[in-house]
Structures are given as structure tokens and as C-alpha cells.
Nanobody, 116 residues
Framework: QVQIVESGGGLVQPGGSLTLSCVVS????????MEWHRQAPGKQREIVAR???????AYIDSVKGRFTISRDNAKNTVYLLMNSLKPEDTAVYYC??????????WGQGTQVTVST
């Protein structure tokens, strides 16, 4: 089974920054499209960012220009650099690996709270 573990969440003020990390077990990390999703209380989970096998990146419009997704295949790790954070970014952030269009697994999530 593929294990996915997120870390790096915390409490930050609006305008602040955080970097989330996601470590994936196994030997097939390079085969996966990696995604960050988030879920606020009472709302459905939404995709935030995606990084392909070739490191191509895509973002939801609300985070474009503020967030950067990247991957380090040598460390089986994907990152989400979040700048200029807004209260609307408050959510549990989840990492998932996608293979052949299917979610291989999800992490347990890491809480990001943006508040004064």
C-alpha cells in the first residue's frame, strides 16, 4: 500500500506564507501525478494544484500566482509553497497520488489556518 503523509500546516496571519510537504512511500513516485486538495468545514474537497510527471504545474484560479507546487523525485516528496495567504485558504490540505486517472491513496491531511 502506498502511504502518503502531509506536514507543514499551521496558523499564519493573512499575507503570510507556509510550505506544505507530502512524502510518498514506494518506488513508483515518478509514475504519479501529484495533487494537493483542500477541504474547509462543511464544504466539499476541491483540487488546489497539480504537478505532472514532467513537473508541469496547474492551479485553481483562486491560488494562481500565490501558490507553487513542485516535486523532488529523489525524495519522493511534493511541496506546496503558499504565499500571500488569505482567510479563504483556511482548510485541511490533502495530498494524493494519481495513476491512470485514479487516486492511489490520500494522506491524512494537514491543517492550515489563516487568521488574525
Amino acid at each position: 500500500q502506498v502511504q502518503i503523509v502531509e506536514s507543514g500546516g499551521g496558523l499564519v496571519q493573512p499575507g503570510g506564507s507556509l510550505t506544505l510537504s507530502c512524502v510518498v512511500s514506494g518506488s513508483r513516485f515518478r509514475d504519479y501525478i501529484m495533487e494537493w486538495h483542500r477541504q474547509a468545514p462543511g464544504k466539499q474537497r476541491e483540487i488546489v494544484a497539480r504537478v505532472g510527471r514532467d513537473s508541469s504545474a496547474a492551479y485553481i484560479d483562486s491560488v494562481k500566482g500565490r501558490f507553487t507546487i513542485s516535486r523532488d523525485n529523489a525524495k519522493n516528496t511534493v511541496y506546496l509553497l503558499m504565499n500571500s495567504l488569505k482567510p479563504e485558504d483556511t482548510a485541511v490540505y490533502y495530498c494524493t497520488a494519481v495513476y491512470n486517472g485514479w487516486n492511489v491513496n490520500w494522506g491524512q491531511g494537514t491543517q492550515v489556518t489563516v487568521s488574525t
